[in-house]
């Protein structure tokens, strides 16, 4: 018996769009490293494994979008965007009380958090549908 992939939803799309999202991040950090950094106060390095971070974390969002419970999806999104709220404001009273170091702790969770949001979804239990396809036939 065939699999028949669930239907595109709202949710399903906003899933995509994210992880596009972050995959054009990625691109624009690693190819505006340099200048980026500057203006972040970080070196390109960081631009860079920051952009490959992204890659990584988008590119598995996308991958597993059909693969993995829209409920977990949207767990693990809030969960994301509200550390990305909490560290962008940390980073800006950083900035605004004179620190230099609001970049890289800004960037540093650019780092981590899509590096964790991969693995956790990577780790979740596959959708039902998915488990029953490879019940029935193992080889794919």
């Known amino acids: 018996m065939a ?9 399903t ?7 596009v999202f972050k995959v054009l ?4 950090y690693i190819a505006g490293a340099a200048p980026l950094g500057r203006l ?4 390109a390095w960081l631009m860079v494994v920051s952009g490959l971070a992204l890659l ?4 598995i969002e996308i991958r597993y979008v059909r693969r993995r419970p829209l409920r977990t ?3 693990l999104m809030v969960a994301y965007d509200s550390g990305w709220v909490l560290t962008a404001l940390a980073g800006l009273l950083m900035a605004r009380q004179g620190s230099s170091a609001g970049g890289e702790v800004w960037i540093g969770y650019q780092i981590a958090a899509p590096v964790a949001f991969a693995a956790l979804l990577a780790a979740a239990t ?3 549908a998915t488990s029953n396809a490879r019940t029935e036939h193992p080889a794919r």
Do not use: E, F, K, N
Not at 3 to 11: D, E, G, L, S
Not at 40 to 43: E, M, W
């Open 13 to 19: 799309a906003g899933i995509i769009a994210d992880g």
């Open 126 to 128: 596959p959708t039902q």
């Open 56 to 59: 990584i974390g988008g590119g």
């Open 73 to 75: 999806y949207t767990r």
């Open 40 to 43: 972040l106060g970080v070196s």
């Open 25 to 28: 991040l990625a691109a624009v």
């Open 3 to 11: 699999q028949v992939a669930p239907p595109m939803t709202r949710r």
